[in-house]
């Protein structure tokens, strides 16, 4: 069935470097695309969002890039600080059931 | 910005007895919230869809009868957890989507641990 993929479980980051976390989609009809940031024992918390008339969306310190000709989406956290760690999850959502599709999630950690 | 809260944070139940969850949208109105389960280590998985003034939608694979919902009102919904049991324990978050603009708002979650 559709599903929300995550290539990598872990990522290992020193202090101050920039962060890359990726997401694979394969619902073609998804149209709003949104990662969020869950820290543990918390609820998700909203980062930043890309619609798929958009390739490019940055706010502080994130960038989210959509590519729908290989259906990838992925967030990158420039000067990666010790609390970013958490675990980071892409969720994609189709205008037609309006629901959130979550991926597999990643978690980022960073090294001081 | 617009925030969700859930109550009880944490509970801690005997096996076979029934656990409520509040959901509620403090400060917008929500004709539509969401409930979700994790498990540990693993991502969100929606339960079930809850609107106002009706029944609730559920996913496949979960039980009606056993995840009871109400959404009497436009800033609460509820999940009862009937006669559980230890596979239940979870953390169980819901969320709020705006009524205005259709923007969902997570709560913090709620950590059920059935003995």
């Known amino acids: 069935g559709e599903s929300v993929g995550l290539h990598l479980p872990t990522l290992s980051v020193q202090e101050g470097d920039n962060s890359i976390i990726n997401c694979a989609y394969s619902n073609s009809a998804s149209d709003y695309f949104i990662w969020y940031k869950q820290e543990s024992g918390k609820g998700p918390q909203f980062i930043i969002d890309?619609?798929?008339?958009?390739d490019k969306r940055q706010g502080q310190r994130v960038t989210v890039l959509l590519n729908k000709t290989v259906k990838h989406l992925s967030l990158q956290i420039a000067a990666t600080q010790p609390g970013d760690s958490a675990v980071y999850f892409c969720?994609?959502?189709?205008?037609?059931?309006?629901?959130?599709?979550f991926g597999g999630g990643t978690r980022l950690m960073v090294k001081p | 910005g617009a925030v969700v809260s859930q109550h009880p944070s944490r509970v801690i139940c005997k096996s076979g007895t029934s656990v409520k969850i509040e959901c509620r949208s403090l400060?917008?109105?929500?004709?539509?919230m969401f409930w979700y389960r994790q498990f540990p280590k693993q991502s969100l998985m929606l339960m079930a869809t809850?609107?106002?003034?009706?029944?609730?939608?559920?996913e496949q694979g979960v039980e009606k009868d056993k995840f009871l919902i109400n959404h009497a009102s436009l800033t609460l919904s509820t999940l009862t957890v009937t006669s559980a049991h230890p596979e239940d324990s979870s953390f169980y978050i819901c969320?709020?989507?705006?009524?205005?603009?259709?923007?969902?708002?997570f709560g913090p979650g709620t950590r059920l641990t059935v003995l």
């Open positions: 400060d917008f109105q929500a004709t539509t």
């Open positions: 969320s709020a989507r705006e009524t205005r603009d259709n923007e969902q708002f």
């Open positions: 809850s609107n106002e003034g009706s029944k609730a939608t559920y």
């Open positions: 969720a994609e959502n189709h205008n037609a059931g309006n629901m959130l599709t």
């Open positions: 890309i619609r798929s008339n958009m």
